[in-house]
């Protein structure tokens, strides 16, 4: 009997979703759990992963197709199904050699037994291997040979993925060909939430200049000591900026509320939203409370929904929602820029690069690592005395770190 693949059940806040890679092809044997195919919504990549095994006979959504909710994707047949029918079809003009349908039947008569341990232990179904022993027979040899080009197979396939996920074709100097290929759902969706941000807020940016240098030198002398204490998780810099950023908006409440119709929803904890960057667009996942959260579950968390990003793993949950972003366009380079907000929110902090420059200290010029702040603020919530005290509030807070922990 088959088993229908159907699209998962997408959040309310997604419509639908678009088929972006099939994992198998039909004929393929497929293993319980196994991936079969991946859906793009407006924010993350979900999982199809079967249901049991089975070999997939049906591809009904092909990609690039669009997809509702539960929706029908393919079906999933009994084990061999798919492969009967060409042997079958193979063996019509061959009448005179039956005994090959027994032995390519019989899957115990032609698999010795060193071979079918191997193949158990790294998950081989021996009915995909060609046998080159007597009447058919899989040797250990053929077991062998399967192991290692399953083992050679992903080694190929992330940068594949990478490729068109990065959508960055590579033209021979002089060549003036063209390629159009069409934008991912999250960039799509990136693109039209900015230009909303733009068009529907009243957007300012005011900036100010931190001195970086005694966070540099708390983090030069702890970072080994704070990395081995906790595991192999490493201090960085944006985990001072979250906790200076959630003490300014204890501070200033109205930069962590947000505009809904004619009402102002004041919110009682600080969701602050990470920007990270990944192959498929910008996204944003968020630290929940990051109120109650130390130095070291901030970096610990950051680094997971890095990696996540990148493996196009970020559930939807963990990008809802959020009452505050930071975004840091420094580790790219970025001197200066003025940030867009992420509605609902009403502002945005970015930070940039750290660079050494000249500066006038009680009278004297010294040089000292500088970074530039952006805060983007909806000016229809926020009034400007409102938005400067909150960066100069991070200011001092980062240039002076030990009021972090004396809430001073």
């Known amino acids: 009997m088959a088993i229908e693949i159907k699209a998962p059940t997408f959040p309310e806040s997604v419509a639908d979703g678009t088929v972006a890679t099939w994992h198998k092809k039909p004929g393929d044997a497929v293993k319980r759990d196994e991936l079969i195919v991946d859906i793009e919504t407006d924010k993350v990549v979900m999982e199809v992963l079967a249901e049991a095994d089975g070999t997939l006979t049906e591809i009904v959504k092909n990609e690039g197709d669009t997809v509702l ?16 029918a060409p042997a079958a079809a193979a063996a019509a003009p ?12 019989a899957d115990d008569a032609i698999l010795s037994p060193a071979a079918r341990k191997i193949a158990e232990e790294n998950g081989i179904d021996p009915n995909s291997i060609a046998g080159t022993g007597k009447g058919g027979r899989v040797t250990k040899e053929d077991v062998v040979a399967a192991v290692e080009a399953k083992k050679s197979a992903p080694a190929a396939a992330p940068v594949a993925a ?9 033209f021979a100097a002089g060549d003036r060909t063209e390629k159009r290929v069409p934008m991912t759902r999250v960039r799509a969706t990136v693109a039209r939430r900015l230009v909303e941000a733009q068009s529907s807020m009243a957007m300012l940016t005011t900036y100010n200049e931190v001195n970086m240098k005694p966070i540099m030198e708390l983090r030069a002398k702890y970072k080994d ?13 944006m985990s001072f ?34 920007a990270v960057s990944s192959d498929r667009g910008l996204v944003v996942p968020v630290l929940r409370n990051a109120e109650f959260m130390s130095l070291a579950e901030i970096e610990g968390g950051i680094a997971a929904y890095g990696k996540k990003a990148k493996e196009g793993k970020l559930s939807i949950d963990e990008m809802t929602g959020g009452t505050f972003t930071i975004s840091n366009g420094g580790v790219f380079g970025s001197l200066l820029s003025s940030p867009i907000v992420n509605p609902p929110q009403s502002a945005i902090l970015g930070m940039h690069k750290i660079q050494e420059r000249p500066m006038a200290v009680n009278g004297q010029v010294v040089i000292l690592p500088m970074m530039y702040l952006a805060l983007s603020y909806d000016h229809r919530l926020l009034d400007g005395k409102e938005a400067v005290t909150f960066l100069v509030t991070i200011k001092e807070l980062l240039e002076d770190p030990a009021r972090l922990l004396l809430d001073i």
Not at 162 to 170: G, I, L, M, R
């Open 69 to 84: 909710s539960g929706e029908l994707l393919g079906k999933l047949g009994a084990p061999g199904a798919a492969a009967a």
């Open 94 to 105: 061959a009448a005179s050699a039956p005994a090959a349908a027994p032995a390519a039947a």
């Open 241 to 274: 900026f979250v906790k200076a950023a959630v003490e300014a908006l204890k501070r200033q409440p109205t930069v962590n509320a947000s505009i809904d119709g004619n009402d102002v929803v004041y919110h009682g904890y600080q969701d602050v939203g990470v």
């Open 225 to 237: 000591l704070f990395e081995k204490k906790h595991n192999g998780v490493r201090l960085g810099f």
């Open 162 to 170: 990478k490729a068109v996920a990065a959508e960055a074709p590579v």
